[in-house]
């Protein structure tokens, strides 16, 4: 009887994804949106799901507050091979918005 071989499955790829975020989580006022950028080995869209359904999985900005996926400044970013190349185009990805006039949240 021959072995079966194991299948892989395919390894993840990371993506980045931006979160529209009601003016309302601001103290002040602010010419542009706030966001909330973040990383996933998931789509965006099951991503954000996740932080609108609350629970251990949901930061408390994009749970509360966020409003949609911003799909115009996600364009071109991505996919990244490993979590750390994801996590570190996360953070520079915030600091271009933050330079650009948004409040940004991330991690």
Request: hydrophobic share 35%.
């Amino acid at each position: 009887m021959a072995k079966r071989r194991a299948r892989r499955s395919p390894s993840p790829t990371y993506s980045i994804y931006i979160i529209e975020l009601a003016r309302e989580c601001l103290r002040r006022p602010a010419t542009y949106a706030p966001l909330y950028v973040g990383q996933t080995a998931h789509t965006p869209e099951h991503r954000f799901a996740q932080h609108k359904a609350g629970g251990r999985l949901a930061a408390g900005k994009p749970h509360r507050y966020g409003t949609r996926l911003r799909y115009d400044l996600m364009k071109n970013i991505g996919p990244f091979p490993t979590r750390q190349d994801a996590e570190a185009a996360e953070k520079a990805v915030a600091k271009a918005l933050e330079a650009r006039g948004h409040r940004v949240f991330w991690g």
